[in-house]
């Protein structure tokens, strides 16, 4: 199991059992720990990978999802993000197949990163998301065009369906961005020096973290708002 699943799987761990959405199942292997911890898993993706341990649903997130509302008190959607069309339209259909008070948790490549800013720099795209990639015939997602998504994005597009930020982890911290982080760290303190918005400054002081510029992955939750 790589690290942003791992991440993820013990961040949910820690929530009260509940009926969970595996948004993007890939092989099943998460919703399957998920399961063995308790939680009621119904697995989602577009290819039939097989291995999900409960029901699979063969769907494309890019359409409604073919759930009635309310039906979950968890949606799990790791590394799929950047595969879909439409972020906004997906998240309202989290939003609308949540209960109440339920969480989405999320992981992503973090294109924020402060190696990942600089190879934006030098290169002109990230470093998760390479233009030029050789296909595979029999990986058919490897021809899905990209769509990266940064931590602001996530957060403002899940702040306009009502939800709340609650937790943002990273799966893999990388020492080799210490240099760099130094730099934008100091950068970001001065500027909060001067920052009166507590808003603006709240989501400084995230962007400034050793998660956000650290991390390779990030893995976050959201709550809705009722």
């Avoid at 008070?101 to 294109?111: C, E, H, K, R, Y």
Wanted: aromatic share 10%.
């Amino acid at each position: 199991m790589k690290a942003h699943q791992s991440t993820a799987v013990e961040l949910i761990s820690t929530l009260p059992v509940g009926k969970l959405l595996d948004a993007g199942s890939g092989t099943g292997e998460m919703g399957n720990l998920l399961a063995q911890r308790g939680f009621k898993v119904i697995s989602l993706d577009m290819y039939d990978i097989g291995g999900a341990g409960g029901p699979f649903v063969l769907a494309d997130m890019n359409a409604p999802l073919p759930f009635a509302d309310a039906s979950f008190d968890y949606v799990l959607c790791s590394e799929s993000l950047q595969y879909l069309e439409n972020h906004a339209a997906l998240f309202r259909e989290f939003r609308r197949v949540l209960k109440k008070t339920g969480s989405v948790i999320l992981s992503m490549p973090n294109v924020l990163s402060a190696g990942s800013r600089f190879y934006f720099f030098r290169r002109g795209y990230f470093p998760h998301f390479k233009p030029v990639r050789t296909k595979d015939p029999k990986r058919g997602w490897d021809a899905l065009a990209y769509n990266p998504a940064s931590l602001v994005d996530i957060i403002e597009v899940m702040r306009k369906n009502r939800f709340e930020i609650q937790k943002v982890l990273a799966s893999k911290i990388k020492a080799a961005n210490l240099p760099l982080y130094v730099f934008l760290k100091a950068t970001y303190a001065t500027g909060l020096l001067f920052e009166k918005n507590p808003e603006k400054a709240a989501l400084l002081r995230l962007l400034s973290s050793r998660e956000t510029l650290m991390g390779d992955h990030l893995v976050m939750q959201f709550r809705a708002l009722s």
